[in-house]
Structure formats: C-alpha cells, structure tokens
C-alpha cells in the first residue's frame, strides 16, 4: 500500500511540479496509528534520532505519512489534525475535508453543521447539494446558496472495498474553479471503467 501510495503521488509531483499539493487524511490513514497504539504502544511515536537529526534538526515521527511517504522531500504538505476535525481553506467561500457523516444525506447534513460550502471524501459518493439561504435584511446579497459535495472516489468499487452489501458509491472526482472574489464552480468528472466521462 505505500509502495503504491508513494508512486501516486510522485506521479502527482511529476505531473505538475508546481502545484502546491497538500494530503488531507482520513479515517483509513488512521488505521497505521490505531495498529500502533493497539499491538505496539511502546513504538507509538517513535522518532528518527530521538527526535533530532545529525544536523539537529526535529525529526517526524517514524511511523507517520509524512515520513512513510516521504512528503517533506516530495513537496507536499499534510494536514495533521484528526480526521474528522481536519479541513483546508480553498477559498473563502469553500473548505475541503475528509468528512466523518455518511449515509444518503451526508452533504445535507454536513451543510447544516458548517457555515461555509463544503466538500467530503468520507461516503465514496459523487454529489452536489444546494442550500439557499434569505436574508430580507440583505440588499446587496438578499439570497446565499452554499453548495455541499461529496468527493467520489478512485477505489476500486466491483467488490464495495470487501465491506459486503453492493454500495452506493460513485467513482469520480471533482474539479474547482476558483476565482479572485473566491466564487467558485465545482464539475463532476465521472469515472466509468475506461473512460473518464
């Protein structure tokens, strides 16, 4: 698995050298802590050198994605809050986040939870829901409408990743665009085996 994470997202870095890419982690990456924490508490959070490298440097820990997949070299940044808490700020108007609802009404949900239009990964679904909002009191903006997306997802789904009963989910991604008043759009890139539609 991270001999396939790390080709990904080198292939990633090769593809577009100057992108600024940053690893928003969700509950699967979770899994290598929780193994840790479970089987081997005493190698939780063990660091390289203690903690300093030869230079005297402050070392990762050895066990973390950062280290695991070599991000630090690789360019690319890591959100390190929990899952379910952690979130980037596309623009002004939109944050990304792994998200923790599932079911039918996740983007609903999560729309009535957070202030802002918000995209998730966590359902393996590929979705956008609107909300409108009225404000009377409003003259230059008397009506906002926030969207809520669901991510999809590039697993391979024949099987719903062994969790048994055919799921729900959609493969696929979504596209932003943004522009420098932080309006956005957001597309759907549906994926059928062999095709990107």
Not at 63 to 71: A, V
Not at 127 to 149: S, W
């Amino acid at each position: 698995c991270l001999r396939s994470a790390l080709k990904v997202l080198q292939d990633y870095r090769h593809a577009s050298p100057d992108t600024q890419w940053t690893l928003l982690p969700g509950n699967h990456d979770d899994r290598l802590d929780h193994i840790q924490i479970d089987n081997a508490s005493g190698a939780y959070e063990i660091k390289p050198g203690g903690g300093v490298d030869l230079e005297g440097n402050e070392t990762n820990d050895a066990h973390s994605l950062r280290s695991l997949l070599f991000l630090d070299d690789l360019g690319i940044d890591l959100i390190t809050d929990d899952y379910n808490r952690a979130k980037y700020l596309l623009g002004r108007k939109i944050t990304l986040r792994h998200g923790y609802l599932s079911g039918k009404n996740a983007s609903a949900n999560m729309l009535n939870k957070v202030t802002r239009s918000t995209v998730q990964g966590h359902t393996h679904r590929l979705r956008l829901i609107y909300k409108t909002e009225h404000d009377e009191h409003d003259e230059a903006e008397p009506t906002t409408t926030r969207v809520g997306a669901e991510a999809g997802c590039m697993a391979e789904i024949a099987d719903s990743l062994g969790y048994g009963d055919a799921a729900d989910w959609q493969n696929g991604f979504l596209v932003a665009q943004l522009w420098d008043d932080d309006d956005f759009t957001l597309t759907p890139a549906v994926y059928a085996p062999g095709r990107l539609l």
